[in-house]
């Protein structure tokens, strides 16, 4: 085989190993690539640590789920808190779209910007390909920026796992969880204020056999 054929099979992207340090964008510098055209609306990355992070595709699971709390919390939220979905947070180092976000309205107030940590009270991940992904450094980046509370709707397991009490510095984490499974209820409280309980079985995906709600 000639080396023309051999470099024409060669896989599009080489992995790429390096002990050079990687050079980290700013919050800055990424809405400066949105704005220039760069980055194109619907690219499928966010800003991780400074770091373009392809976002990872979503099986129907994850889909029912995200319907199903979606159409819950909309019509629980008060006028004064505002729910967004798979809508980018700002945070100090990183831009990430958690699946929900619930934070202070009104919803004017983020026409110019995205949310950012003292305006939020709540993200939720759906989680299911991405569980270790979403306890591991998801948990860290809301931590680290204290946010107050965050969920995983744990699809592989049937459960919500519910943080609370960040802690920054140099080890961000949260102090506290508490799992509830699907016969439990789960209090909806916002900056210290207990808006609803939600049946945490209506939060998850539907068995195949479709349950009637």
Aim: glycine residues 6%.
């Amino acid at each position: 085989m000639s080396a023309a054929l051999q470099l024409d099979s060669a896989p599009a992207y080489l992995p790429l190993i390096t002990e050079r340090p990687l050079y980290r964008l700013t919050v800055e510098q990424y809405h400066g690539m949105i704005a220039a055209g760069v980055l194109k609306d619907g690219e499928k990355v966010e800003l991780i640590e400074g770091l373009l992070v392809q976002k990872m595709s979503r099986n129907p699971p994850h889909e029912a789920s995200l319907s199903r709390i979606n159409r819950r919390l909309a019509r629980l939220l008060p006028e004064e808190w505002v729910l967004r979905v798979q809508s980018a947070v700002t945070l100090r180092r990183s831009e990430p779209e958690p699946d929900f976000s619930i934070s202070r309205g009104p919803e004017g107030r983020y026409s110019r910007r995205h949310p950012g940590p003292r305006d939020i009270a709540l993200l939720i991940e759906v989680a299911e390909t991405s569980l270790h992904e979403d306890r591991t450094m998801q948990a860290t980046l809301y931590a680290d920026a204290r946010v107050p509370e965050y969920w995983i709707v744990n699809v592989v397991h049937n459960q919500i796992e519910v943080y609370t009490d960040p802690r920054g510095g140099r080890t961000p984490a949260y102090r506290q969880r508490r799992d509830y499974g699907p016969d439990e209820e789960i209090p909806l409280v916002l900056k210290g204020q207990e808006i609803a309980q939600l049946r945490v079985r209506d939060l998850l995906p539907l068995p195949p056999s479709g349950d009637s709600e």
